[in-house]
């Protein structure tokens, strides 16, 4: 999924809440707002309600088959 494809929006969070946020996204090595998704994504799965996982974005150098 590249940037351009993702849902932006403003998101208003309680700073002590948010500071929570970024200790745990620094402890997994994420950013703030991955770490949003990820707890976005397990809280609808323990509703029973699956998202697929996003696409990877690509990285490196493209083959030359691709250029």
């Known amino acids: 999924m590249t940037a351009a494809a993702k849902k932006a929006f403003a998101l208003r969070l309680d700073p002590a809440l948010y500071a929570a946020i970024e200790r745990m996204a620094a402890a997994e090595l994420r950013s703030a707002n991955a770490e949003i998704e990820v707890l976005l994504r397990e809280a609808l799965a323990r509703r ?20």
């Open 48 to 67: 029973g309600m699956t998202v697929k996982p996003p696409v990877p974005a690509r990285r490196g150098r493209p083959s030359k088959e691709e250029s």
